[in-house]
């Protein structure tokens, strides 16, 4: 019987095993992927992060991990599929994690699974997906070096994403179906200075043309023309879906599938937290997704001592 589980591996997740530690909780870390960071690591450059800016964000997801290791953490590779509220022979309530390749038992879970980009669900996205559509800048943004891009999307990642293609492509059309984008204001600024930037106001893409690989793509505008534009690659950027799965039923959540819980990440189930992204919240960043991981553990440090 563990003290805590950790469910994911991205900021808040290592954050939290970290703190776990020095908690002195025994606790592991179940992680799906191959590899600790969670979005971080696809993000180019991370200028948020106090302390270190102009941060490479592969690089700083893997100091957190390092950070994690450092301190003794055990790390598990499994999906958990799902969790089950038990009671001990007296009486005391644990869960009960079901991973597809064992079952882990513990008195606290923190659930840390964060979030994973949305699709637009037009026609040709899954046709042409690794074929020019694409939903990393930084993973595929090399294939298209010298050729022109499409972004669409108004938020920090497309902003950034549209950035960081600039930098590499002959031209960057960024189009948004709003007049104003939602995107840090420092990221707007940087991005209105670039030169082979254009942004398309007040559209959407609705189709994905090409043979075999991306051609074209339709943009109609909110009064209803359509055009066909030609591009070599689209990189979709239209925000994020929590996962949240194998929490349902567990514990309360919105609608969009975020976990309903306060500054003190305490879930609707006793003993259940939830750190960074996945988290009902105001602000979605690196900074405080870390706080979580914190939050929780003490939170659930606290728990512990009360059972
Ligand atoms: P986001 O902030 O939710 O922005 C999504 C954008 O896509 C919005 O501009 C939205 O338009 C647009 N959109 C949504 N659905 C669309 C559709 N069907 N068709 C066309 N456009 C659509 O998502 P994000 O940029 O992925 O960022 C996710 C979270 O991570 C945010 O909280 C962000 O602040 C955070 N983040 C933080 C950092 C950092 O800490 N450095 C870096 C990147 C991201 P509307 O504006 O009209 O809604």
Request: proline fraction near 2%.
């Amino acid at each position: 019987m563990l003290d805590m589980i950790i469910i994911g591996s991205g900021p808040a997740g290592l954050s939290a095993a970290v703190y776990a530690k020095r908690a002195g909780l025994d606790s592991i870390v179940i992680e799906k992927e191959f590899v600790s960071g969670g979005q971080v690591l696809l993000t180019y450059e991370v200028d948020n992060y106090l302390g270190l800016p102009g941060m490479n964000g592969f690089d700083l997801g893997t100091k957190f991990r390092e950070h994690a290791d450092g301190a003794g953490a055990s790390f598990v590779m499994d999906e958990v599929s799902a969790i089950e509220a038990c009671k001990d022979e007296n009486g005391k309530p644990f869960y009960r994690v079901q991973g597809g390749a064992d079952t882990y038992e513990a008195r606290t879970i923190v659930a840390a699974t964060g979030t994973v980009h949305r699709n637009l669900g037009i026609p040709g996205e899954d046709t042409f997906a690794g074929k020019g559509v694409s939903y990393c800048a930084t993973c595929d943004g090399a294939f298209f070096k010298g050729k022109e891009v499409a972004v669409v999307g108004g938020g920090d990642v497309a902003v950034e994403d549209a950035i960081y293609l600039a930098r590499l492509c002959s031209k960057v059309t960024l189009i948004h179906r709003r007049d104003r984008l939602r995107a840090a204001k420092s990221l707007q600024d940087r991005l209105f200075a670039m030169e082979n930037v254009e942004v398309v106001w007040n559209a959407n893409v609705t189709e994905v043309q090409g043979d075999k690989k991306v051609e074209n793509i339709i943009i109609q505008s909110n009064s209803g023309a359509s055009i066909a534009y030609p591009v070599d690659g689209l990189f979709i950027a239209v925000g994020i879906t929590p996962v949240s799965k194998c929490f349902e039923g567990l514990v309360e959540m919105d609608d969009a599938g975020y976990i309903i819980a306060g500054e003190d990440c305490a879930t609707s189930a006793p003993g259940v937290y939830v750190a960074g992204d996945l988290r009902t919240k105001k602000l979605r960043q690196i900074v405080t997704a870390v706080s979580d991981g914190a939050v929780a553990v003490s939170m659930a440090g606290n728990y512990i001592e009360s059972l």
